[in-house]
């Protein structure tokens, strides 16, 4: 009999599930049961139950936390999601912790059924394939690799030579898809290594956390190891269909005693965790390129985000490319410094998307510039698995943008700067602000500007202003001093005094005699 828990914080809902069937002739025990998510997580680890039926929202730990809890440490067991809530995040979250069964409430007693066959069938094959004993053997054996890896395991009680854990030397090495979009590998590591494994004399293969583990044992195993890291060197880009196309690795630093063991699967497990980070179409990444932990700095706030957001866009509007290209690559490295996860990072990028795409609306609402919505911002980047395509998208984007602003008849530098004043002149916009965004001193391009306009920057800004704040005194009931600071003026007065300069009489004159026009 397959053993069974049922964990929903509803009682009737468990009595309900209790009846549905006769189990028994289904071939199923009813194990026990739990009322809130800490006594399902607890039910788990100590029942090791062959199926739980989990409900997704209970008290004390939802239902996602449960199961990733119990995977975390070590559960195998089959696990049917049942919510009252039909959204499919909820499973697609439940995915990622090898859930593949979701029902919604009220639960459909045949697909229940249906799905309680299948699990049947599987466990029956998987029972008949296997040695009993050698089955638990191996689970014993597995129990020990993983502790030793997690560091949880008094070495005095284990007979490593039994087990064939004595070594001169110890590599954690973990692999697993390249690609979301390839298949599971279906070769052994020791194909790649090019050794024979004998009673598990090379190395031990276990699944943690979801991911392939291999405790590489001796000089030969990992000297093969080493010379396999070579080859991938040499070619730098894999053959296609070797093996190594369909695989991303990560490995710690050797360590000369099992009790250190631990140390090198850590390593291993922080580079996979920073996958984010590596370049397009590498494959493979050491302890060596571990950053150290000193260097990390939470930088992720308002203050960054407005930092780069207004960058960007005034490179953006300086149709900079050269600029833009350097502020990304910053960003980059920034980034890769960060001790923020990579969840707040993806928001980040993702916040400063939406903010660049709120400016350039704004700004240039005539312009119908071809943005994706929100929603599709959104999950773009959320299904970029690397910050490279990010960037990637990100430059692609600003092409975009640059295109839909851009006037085809601008010929010089000078068109691109008289664009940028147009569209921004009512920003503290100065001649040494500007200047840099389009890659100049600012002494140098005062004395162009003059050349080419026949008066000085400022000057050429004021005339822009007041020409904009005209236009809002004959069409708009905004009081002067709202117009003054709507077209770059902070103080009411000394706008009046540029009016007058430019205009020959005042804001409230030059309404009066032109309201209706």
């Known amino acids: 009999m397959y053993r069974v828990l049922i964990a929903d914080d509803e009682s009737i809902i468990r009595e309900g599930i209790k009846c549905l069937f006769d189990w028994e002739s289904l071939g199923y025990t009813i194990a026990g049961e739990a009322a809130n998510g800490e006594t399902a997580y607890q039910q788990i680890l100590a029942l090791q139950p062959d199926i739980v ?25 089959k696990v049917i999601i049942l919510s009252g809530y039909s959204d499919f995040k909820y499973a697609q979250e ?33 029972a008949a394939t296997a040695n009993t004993r050698e089955h638990y ?4 054996r597995e129990t020990i690799i993983r502790d030793l890896l997690t560091n949880d395991i008094d070495l005095s009680h284990i007979n490593t030579t039994d087990l064939h854990l004595t070594a001169d030397t110890y590599q954690v090495v973990i692999y697993e898809k390249y690609s979301h979009n390839t298949a599971d590998a279906s070769y052994r590591f020791s194909d790649l290594l090019r050794v024979t494994n004998q009673d598990n ?42 093996p190594l196309d369909s695989l991303f ?60 957001a207004t960058s960007l866009f005034e490179y953006l509007q300086a149709f900079n490319r050269n600029m833009l290209a350097e502020t990304l690559t910053q960003l980059t490295n920034e980034l890769y410094h960060a001790a923020d996860s990579i969840d707040s990072i993806r928001l980040f990028l993702t916040d400063l998307y939406l903010q660049i795409k709120e400016q350039a609306n704004r700004l240039y609402n005539g312009a119908n510039i071809p943005f994706p919505s929100n929603a599709d911002i959104i999950r773009l980047i959320e299904e970029k698995y690397y910050l490279y ?47 840099p965004l389009f890659g100049y001193n600012s002494s140098y391009l005062g004395k162009i500007f003059r050349k080419k306009m026949g008066e000085n920057f400022n000057s050429y800004v004021d005339h822009v202003r007041i020409k904009h704040s005209m236009e809002l005194l004959c069409s708009s009931e ?21 009016f007058k300069k430019y205009v020959g009489k005042s804001p409230a004159e030059y309404r009066k005699e032109h309201k209706n026009e």
């Open 137 to 140: 053997r191996e689970k014993a």
């Open 249 to 308: 690795i990560t490995y710690g630093a050797r360590v000369s005693d099992l009790s250190e063991v631990y140390i090198s699967y850590i390593q291993a497990k922080q580079l996979l965790e920073r996958r984010f980070f590596c370049e397009q179409e590498q494959h493979t990444i050491g302890y060596a390129e571990l950053p150290d932990p000193d260097s990390l700095k939470s930088i992720l706030n308002d203050a960054f985000l407005n930092r780069y």
């Open 478 to 498: 905004l009081k002067v001093y709202a117009i003054a600071e709507k077209v770059g003026y902070r103080n009411v007065d000394y706008f009046h005094i540029k």
């Open 53 to 77: 039926l989990l409900d997704i929202r209970m008290s004390g730990m939802l239902g996602l936390d449960v199961i990733r809890e119990a995977r975390a440490q070590g559960f195998t067991g």
């Open 389 to 435: 395509e990010i960037i990637l998208y990100f430059t692609e984007q600003f092409e975009m943008i640059m295109s839909s602003i851009g006037n085809s008849s601008r010929e010089s530098v000078l068109d691109d700067i008289l664009h940028y004043i147009n569209h921004n002149y009512a920003s503290n916009i100065t001649l040494e602000n500007i200047a």
């Open 201 to 242: 004399n090379s190395y031990d293969n276990i699944t943690l956390q979801y991911h392939e583990v291999i405790l590489l044992k001796g000089t030969f195993a990992i000297q093969k190891f080493n010379d396999f890291l070579e080859r991938y060197q040499r070619e730098r880009r894999p053959q296609e269909n070797s």
């Open 94 to 126: 439940a995915i990622r912790y090898g859930v593949q069964y979701y029902l919604t409430k009220p639960i459909d007693e045949d697909e229940l059924e249906e799905i309680l066959r299948s699990i049947k069938e599987n466990l029956d094959k998987a």
